[in-house]
């Protein structure tokens, strides 16, 4: 499970729900990743809007994605909170218009988003 986060402030009064929620996940056998995209309110990276990037947080997840070890990852699922659920829907139309190719190990399993 990847999850896509929300944006600065909101970032910040979630945290400790979606860190709860993490932990209850991976308690029920599930892997769940939280990145920490550039500019989302926790990278090093300068916060606000000068900063943020929607294509760029796109491609970060993307990649994040793809590079999983295909033994380790029986499916994929987004998800997403406020902003991020809007970025969970983006990644994974962007998962699905990749060549095949590129993410053969994903194909035989479906990239849900919630």
């Not at 996940?25 to 943020?52: E, K, M, N, Q, W």
């Amino acid at each position: 499970m990847v999850f896509c986060p929300p944006f600065g402030e909101e970032l910040n009064k979630s945290r400790a729900l979606v860190a709860d929620q993490a932990r209850r996940l991976c308690a029920l056998g599930y892997g769940v990743f939280l990145p920490d995209l550039h500019c989302t309110g926790d990278s090093p990276h300068d916060l606000g809007a000068s900063c943020a990037d929607w294509t760029g947080w796109v491609e970060q997840l993307t990649s994040v994605i793809v590079g999983f070890e295909p033994q380790t990852v029986e499916s994929i699922t987004l998800w997403g909170l406020r902003l991020g659920a809007l970025l969970a829907l983006d990644v994974h139309q962007k998962l699905h218009s990749l060549d095949p190719v590129s993410y053969t190990h994903l194909r035989a399993h479906e990239t849900d988003s919630y």
